[in-house]
């Protein structure tokens, strides 16, 4: 096969992958919210049952934290009053444990103040899980999370909210017609156009399309980068290979070994 067959080959294999790609699907879905208020916001506004105005939303979001895990968010969206959104996509369970969104949580409020900012100015955060089955496991199409006084069974109202959202849920409801979508291939059959028509250009536009196919490509050069620094890894753990024999083995340049190997020690 020659290497035009083989390009397009992989062209073909990435436009079936595209059209089964759902906004289920996080790297399709970050790629649809990208700078876009209006798909975020009729989001919002069905799952929190408000009206509210998103004025910038960006994704793939890296929070650093220098001493310890750092975290990169799906979607972070900010409302005309400040309120921060933190959306992330799970389709496997064990990525969306409770204690990762108390993670999440605290890594965007470890970020929202200056130095000598008043604790009073700490704006309203929401972390909301969108996952693709009910990991609660009690059939609601919604769990709100919310700090309370156990003593008095008063809301704590510190502005940190929590919510899960049961992408197996049907219905006639708003979040039953939202959560077909997310799990929809086809923008004929959505419900909501505000996402359909987002959906259609990414599938079925020129423009889109080669944007998509670019994500592919990336994540295709992702995952081989990772694999190649987890052989560079094994064999710098090993400690019996000189570094540029790591970097011939693995593909990666020295410089690189080198940086891992700094990580490592780190």
């Known amino acids: ?14 436009l079936e992958r595209l059209r089964g790609f759902r906004l289920m699907d996080d790297d399709f879905l970050t790629k649809c919210f990208e700078g876009d208020t209006a798909c975020i916001e009729l989001v919002l506004r069905i799952v929190l049952e408000q009206e509210l105005q998103v004025l910038d939303v960006r994704t793939q ?10 975290v990169r968010l799906d979607v972070l969206a900010t409302d005309s009053t400040g309120r921060k959104f933190n959306i992330e996509i799970q389709r496997a369970d064990r990525g969306a444990g409770r204690r990762r969104a108390r993670y999440n949580s605290s890594m965007m409020d470890a970020n929202l103040l200056q130095k000598g900012d008043d604790f009073d100015n700490l704006p309203e955060t929401y972390v909301v899980f969108i996952t ?5 496991g009690n059939g609601k199409p919604l769990y709100r999370i919310e ?11 510190d502005g940190a909210h929590i919510v899960y959202v049961n992408g197996a849920y049907r219905g006639e409801s708003p979040i039953g017609k939202l959560m077909h979508d997310f799990s929809c291939t086809d923008p004929a059959k959505m419900y909501y156009g505000v996402l359909a028509d987002r959906v259609r250009f990414f599938k079925e536009s020129k423009e889109g399309i080669a944007v998509m196919c670019k994500v592919m490509e990336d994540m295709r050069n992702q995952t081989l980068k ?6 560079a890894r094994r064999m710098l753990e090993a400690g019996k290979y000189e570094l ?7 593909g990666l340049t020295l410089d690189e070994v080198k940086d891992l190997q700094k990580g490592m020690k780190a």
């Not at 096969?1 to 083989?6: A, H, I, L, N, R």
């Not at 693709?132 to 609660?136: P, R, S, T």
């Not at 540029?244 to 693995?250: G, H, K, L, Q, R």
């Open 1 to 14: 096969m020659s290497v035009t067959e083989q390009i397009d080959r992989k062209h073909q294999e990435d």
């Open 61 to 70: 979001v890296f929070v650093e934290n220098l001493l310890n895990r750092s």
């Open 132 to 136: 693709e089955n009910d990991v609660m």
């Open 147 to 157: 700090r309370c006084i156990l003593d008095t069974g008063e809301r704590f109202d």
């Open 226 to 231: 990772e694999g190649m620094q987890a052989v």
């Open 244 to 250: 540029d024999e790591i970097a011939a083995v693995s």
